[in-house]
């Protein structure tokens, strides 16, 4: 069983795109711009903002960071998007969730300019991804097809299960394994034999936000494990995957934490540099 290092992983892509910025910032004088709004204390939030932050310095980005206070309405908050869309130097614009009540997340994320959405939620993104043309690309997927690429596992041909189906995790996963190749199944809590289903697979993806849902008798010999879930259990973070019983028989396995969540702040700096190149025809 071969343990799938995330944190290895995504420093191999944060020294490439920091490599990238530098030479970039040799050449044109400019470096990709970073925006991160905040509304409120959410603690969750505030840690994600706060190690977005360090990572933007640590890499050479310009950080802009836009906290909110949580009694904001929809309309200021609107205005603000506005101005960072109309911004030249701010390439990627991330509105971190949830919002408070009186705002409407989607209409949010629907005013972002999509050529600044590098969390790849927009509708227009979406489209792009699902005609097999991706521009930006939600960063927790996309990771995880970079670990697959990282420990050289075969995708093509393979039949992957994902377990899950957000427009965040699911869906994307999806849509990018089948272009890759593999033969998908998208699985919910409404699938039938559900255990059948994931127990033919090669490839396992579970983002259903379920503390240890994925057993040992769901896993058949030799299958690569990934897990997406990041749940809080009498005090300890565990994912949606029993770790302990399911590792003897997988072939690879991503632990929580240190799996898969190291990989998503290294792709949203991977797809502002996209937004970057591509807004300054790069």
């Not at 994600?48 to 906290?67: E, I, P, Q, W």
């Not at 960072?84 to 130097?89: G, P, S």
């Not at 408070?100 to 939620?121: E, M, R, T």
């Not at 489209?127 to 097809?145: D, H, R």
Request: hydrophobic share 45%.
């Amino acid at each position: 069983m071969t343990l799938i290092d995330g944190k290895v992983v995504a420093a191999k892509v944060k020294e490439r795109v920091a490599g990238e910025v530098q030479a970039l910032q040799e050449k044109t004088g400019k470096v990709p711009g970073l925006a991160v709004v905040q509304v409120g204390e959410d603690p969750a939030s505030t840690v994600y903002v706060r190690n977005k932050n360090k990572t933007c310095d640590a890499m050479g980005f310009k950080n802009y960071s836009l906290h909110l206070p949580e009694t904001i309405s929809e309309k200021e908050l609107l205005g603000h998007i506005e101005d960072l869309n109309a911004n030249d130097e701010v390439n990627g614009i991330l509105v971190q969730l949830p919002l408070p009540d009186q705002i409407d997340s989607d209409k949010v994320l629907k005013a972002l300019d999509p050529a600044k959405d590098v969390d790849g939620f927009h509708p227009v993104n979406v489209g792009y991804l699902t005609t097999g043309a991706p521009q930006l690309v939600p960063c927790t997927p996309a990771g995880i097809m970079e670990m697959l690429a990282h420990y050289e596992i075969p995708v093509e041909g393979k039949h992957a299960v994902v377990i899950g189906r957000s427009n965040i995790v699911g869906k994307p996963m999806a849509l990018l394994l089948l272009m890759k190749n593999a033969t998908v199944t998208v699985c919910h809590s409404r699938t039938q034999d559900l255990v059948g289903m994931a127990r033919s697979a090669d490839i396992v993806v579970a983002a259903i936000g379920r503390p240890r849902f994925v057993t040992a008798d769901m896993v058949k010999e030799g299958a690569v494990v990934i897990d997406v879930g990041i749940n809080r259990v009498d005090g300890k973070l565990v994912g949606d995957v029993a770790f302990d019983a399911v590792a003897p028989k997988a072939s690879h396995i991503t632990p929580v934490p240190g799996g898969v969540g190291p990989m998503t702040i290294a792709m949203l700096m991977d797809n502002t540099l996209r937004a970057f190149k591509a807004a300054n025809g790069l």
